[in-house]
């Protein structure tokens, strides 16, 4: 079942796998930090940003506003952080009434009317989604996406490639 949120499932992460905050606090607290940065350029009501685990699962580290609680796997069967993941492309949702890959629960829960999901990569190894949401419909088309990929591309640059991903791969 889906957790409400889109691209999303309702299971929590499994016990076995400790939080971030609690392996690495200080990546944890940055990631924090750079999820409200991306709240707040993108004009959003939420920010999250999930990182790929030694499965190779996407879980959510970092969460600031009305958004993924930490801790959500991300559902990489379908759904927007599913195409995320897939196309390792920006995922935009326009009208998350009309769109299909806006899980129902999600929506209401989040009130959620419009997305942005991100790719970010660390030598070309996709590590984490960042995704933006917010209550008001089409809020991340032109200058706003622009803005995200280009944050996008700046903690690419920055906070990820402070963490050793091979380990990840």
């Known amino acids: 079942a889906e957790a409400g949120v889109p691209g999303t499932t309702a299971a929590p992460a499994p016990a076995s796998i400790t939080p971030l905050a609690m392996r690495e ?8 930090r750079v999820a409200e940065r991306a709240r707040i350029l993108s004009s959003a009501q939420g920010a999250s940003i999930a990182l790929r685990n030694e499965q190779g699962a996407f879980l959510c580290e970092a969460s600031v506003g009305t958004a993924l609680d ?3 796997p991300l559902n990489l069967e379908r759904g927007l952080a599913a195409e995320c993941v897939a196309t390792k492309g920006l995922v935009l949702c326009n009208d998350a009434q009309k769109d299909p890959r806006v899980d129902a629960a999600m929506r209401q829960q989040l009130s959620l009317a419009s997305a942005a999901l991100l790719p970010l990569f660390v030598k070309n190894t996709l590590v984490a989604v960042l995704a933006v949401f917010s209550d008001q419909p089409h809020a991340f088309g032109g200058q706003a996406a622009r803005r995200l990929r280009e944050f996008a591309r700046t903690m690419e640059a920055g906070v990820l490639r402070e963490r050793n991903w091979r380990r990840r791969r």
């Open 25 to 32: 606090p200080a990546l944890a607290a940055k990631l924090k």
């Open 70 to 72: 930490v801790g959500t």
